[in-house]
Nanobody
Framework: QVQLVESGGGSVQAGGSLRLSCTASGRTIIDSSMGWFRQAPGKERAFVAAINWTGGRTYYSDSEKGRFTISRENAKNMVYLHMNSLKPEDTAVYYC?????????????????????WGQGTQVTVSS
């Protein structure tokens, strides 16, 4: 069973940057597609970014394209989300997700239902 722990959240002014980290333990995620999601108060959990197991394929929600970058270091069992040009509407709890119980292949996944393991989340607050 894999455990995911997010870190790097915090408070930042609009236009600023943050780097979120997701550390996996318990098993390797080298063969797992990984994703980042976020949930704002009163809203459903929403897709942000995903990366396949090789790191060669990435995909972003339209609102994040050009501002966020997802990456991974399989040797460290870690995934990152670099966030630039942050906006107040980016304020949310950010969750790391891993697809560990089902084959990932080279695909990337964008739905909550596609993932089997979740971290506890890290808060990102962007002020105007």
């Amino acid at each position: 069973q894999v455990q995911l722990v997010e870190s790097g959240g915090g408070s930042v002014q609009a236009g600023g940057s943050l780097r979120l980290s997701c550390t996996a333990s318990g098993r390797t995620i080298i063969d797992s597609s990984m994703g980042w999601f976020r949930q704002a108060p009163g809203k459903e959990r929403a897709f942000v970014a995903a990366i396949n197991w090789t790191g060669g394929r990435t995909y972003y929600s339209d609102s994040e394209k050009g501002r966020f970058t997802i990456s991974r270091e399989n040797a460290k069992n870690m995934v990152y989300l670099h966030m630039n040009s942050l906006k107040p509407e980016d304020t949310a709890v950010y969750y790391c997700a891993a697809r560990v119980l089902r084959s990932s292949g080279i695909s990337i996944y964008t739905s909550v239902q596609d993932y089997d393991a979740w971290g506890q989340g890290t808060q990102v607050t962007v002020s105007s």
